[in-house]
């Protein structure tokens, strides 16, 4: 089941963020960054017998209010390569441009290959630049972009 977390549901909100911190450790979002993503960002998550088993999160870009951007995609691991992501993404850009979004941003670690088949070849983020030092020294980020 495909859902938009739209109030504070504390069972999945804490699945979530174990979910995140398996994969991503100290760079997951936690309580004080997610809840704030769910009130005023947009987290979408599929669920499978009432368990988490992926999430996308976005903000809107204060700049320009066509503009999101791709916090945070996982998917539980013991799912990975079952199209999940691809969906959850594609889902999710659906209802982001009916909400008037209009080009997504991402960013992604070069070596990071699965994630850059789902974004690049499977959903057809165009290369856009590389940052530098991005998340710190050493940390150099792909910028991704589409059109929705
Ligand atoms: C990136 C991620 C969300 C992808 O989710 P997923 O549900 O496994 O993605 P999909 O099944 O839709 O697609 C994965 C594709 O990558 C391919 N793939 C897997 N490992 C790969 C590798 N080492 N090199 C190249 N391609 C790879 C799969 O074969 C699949 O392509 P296919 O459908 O053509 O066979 C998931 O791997 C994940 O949660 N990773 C950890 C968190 C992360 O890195 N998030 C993104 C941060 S920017």
Same mark, same amino acid.
């Given at each position: ?73 996982? /998917? ?27 080009? /997504?941003?991402?960013? /992604? ?40």
């Amino acid at each position: 089941m495909f859902i938009l977390l739209e109030d504070h549901q504390p069972k999945i909100i804490s699945q979530l963020i174990a979910l995140e911190t398996s994969v991503f450790g100290d760079a997951a979002l936690n309580y004080w960054s997610l809840v704030p993503l769910i009130r005023h960002g947009r987290v979408f998550c599929r669920l499978e017998a009432e368990t988490v088993v992926a999430a996308a999160s976005f903000l809107r870009d204060w700049k320009n209010h066509r503009h999101a951007y791709l916090v945070s995609l996982v /998917v539980a691991p013991g799912h990975h390569n079952r199209g999940l992501g691809t969906e959850l993404l594609e889902a999710s850009l659906l209802q982001l441009a009916g909400e008037g979004v209009s080009t /997504v941003e991402l960013t /992604v670690a070069l070596d990071n290959l699965p994630a850059r088949k789902v974004y690049q070849q499977k959903l057809k983020f165009a290369a856009d630049s590389i940052r530098a030092d991005e998340y710190g020294p050493g940390q150099h980020r792909l910028i991704l972009k589409k059109q929705l």
